[in-house]
């Protein structure tokens, strides 16, 4: 069965500094591997996605991941946080061989500080 | 705005009565989910459309829940009997369809109270 694991309820940065939002993930077959994003009343946003190819990933707003085979993790970074990217992050899963069905994680809270 | 719209936005009603739902995907989406997001948690998968044709359905959705999408357009998602276990926010989202994987797009969201 699918299952994706945001281990952190919260991770808090300092503006200017880099940050991880951490992922794993658990699939039968080859992964698909999104990060979402929630502003506060706002629809969740497509961030970036991990399909095949290239381990490192980037996407919107300038954020990254890497996608880590061996240890199932797919990590969200940015080189320098932002106040503006404090919000809730989520990533998902979808098994390439198993229909179109997509797991999220719990979701991680972002907290940048000025 | 072209994107995904949910309709309403908000919906309270008393336990034990029927509610509707309804989703515009963008247009050229062929592929239309429905998902449930309770405070706390990431959104939980409920079922899946490609154009009219309701392809998958998580074990989670009980038999008072059904979903349609005639005619491959907006998609209306039903609880019928609604119990306070029903309150959440309910997701619709749609993408494009192919051999790639392609990102969600996600509506507003309906957020149901059932008192």
């Known amino acids: 069965a699918q299952s994706v694991a945001q281990p952190e309820d919260q991770v808090n940065v300092a503006e200017g500094n880099p940050l991880t939002v951490k992922c794993t993930y658990s699939?039968?077959?080859?992964?698909?591997l999104f990060w979402y994003v929630q502003y506060p009343n706002r629809g969740l946003q497509f961030l970036l996605k991990?399909?095949?190819?290239?381990?490192l990933v980037k996407g919107s707003y300038g954020f990254e991941a890497e996608f880590n085979k061996s240890q199932t993790s797919f990590h969200l970074k940015k080189p320098s946080a932002l106040v503006s990217d404090s919000a809730l992050y989520f990533c998902a899963v979808r098994d390439s061989t198993g229909g179109f069905k997509t797991i999220f994680g719990a979701g991680t809270r972002l907290f940048v500080k000025a | 705005d072209t994107g995904v719209s949910q309709d309403p936005r908000h919906k309270i009603t008393k336990r034990g009565q029927n509610v509707t739902f309804r989703c515009d995907p963008i247009?050229?989406?062929?592929?239309l989910y429905w998902y449930r997001q309770t405070l706390g948690q990431g959104p939980e998968f409920l079922t899946y459309?490609?154009?009219?044709?309701?392809?998958?359905k998580s074990r989670l959705l009980s038999d008072r829940f059904s979903a349609e999408r005639p005619k491959g357009s907006f998609s209306t998602l039903e609880i019928q009997r609604t119990e306070q276990g029903d309150s959440a926010m309910y997701l619709c989202?749609?993408?494009?369809?192919?051999?790639?994987?392609?990102?969600?797009?996600f509506g507003p969201g309906t957020r149901l109270t059932v008192t």
């Open positions: 459309f490609q154009n009219e044709a309701q392809l998958e």
């Open positions: 989202a749609s993408s494009l369809a192919g051999l790639a994987a392609y990102e969600q797009y």
């Open positions: 699939v039968s077959g080859n992964p698909y």
């Open positions: 991990y399909i095949t190819g290239d381990n």
């Open positions: 247009s050229e989406h062929n592929r």
